[in-house]
Nanobody, 125 residues
Framework: QVHLVESGGGLVQAGGSLRLSCAAS????????VGWFRQAAGEEREFVAA????????DYSDSVKGRFTISRDNAKNTAYLQMNSLKPEDTAVYYC??????????????????WGQGTQVTVSS
C-alpha cells in the first residue's frame, strides 16, 4: 500500500504562487499516473491535474489550465503541483492521489486508489 503525504500549502495573496509536493512511500509510484484534486468547503472534490507514468501526458481542468503545472520526479517518488497566478477561488484542501499501476490518466475521484490527507491552500483577495 502506498502512503502519500502532501506539503507546501499555506496562505498566499491573490496573484501569488505555491508549490505543492506529494511524497510517496511504501511502494514506487513510477508505474502509476498521479493526480491532484481539491475540495473547497461545502463542495465536492474536483479534479485539478493528472500526469502519466513517464510524464509524457498531462491533463488539466479548464479552471487551472495555463496557471498550474503538474510534474513528477520518479527517482524521488514525488509529484508536484506548481500553482501560479492564484485566485481566491483556488482556496481548497488539495489532495494528491495515485491510480493503479499501468492505467491511463483519469479525472474521476473513483479512478484513483490511494489518497493523501491533503494540504490547505488559502488565497486571500
Amino acid at each position: 500500500q502506498v502512503h502519500l503525504v502532501e506539503s507546501g500549502g499555506g496562505l498566499v495573496q491573490a496573484g501569488g504562487s505555491l508549490r505543492l509536493s506529494c511524497a510517496a512511500s511504501g511502494l514506487p509510484i513510477s508505474s502509476a499516473p498521479v493526480g491532484w484534486f481539491r475540495q473547497a468547503a461545502g463542495e465536492e472534490r474536483e479534479f485539478v491535474a493528472a500526469i502519466s507514468r513517464s510524464a509524457l501526458f498531462r491533463d488539466y481542468s479548464d479552471s487551472v489550465k495555463g496557471r498550474f503545472t503538474i510534474s513528477r520526479d520518479n527517482a524521488k517518488n514525488t509529484a508536484y503541483l506548481q500553482m501560479n497566478s492564484l485566485k481566491p477561488e483556488d482556496t481548497a484542501v488539495y489532495y494528491c492521489a495515485v491510480r493503479d499501476a499501468g492505467t491511463s490518466l483519469g479525472r474521476r475521484v473513483s479512478d484513483f486508489r490511494s489518497w493523501g490527507q491533503g494540504t490547505q491552500v488559502t488565497v486571500s483577495s
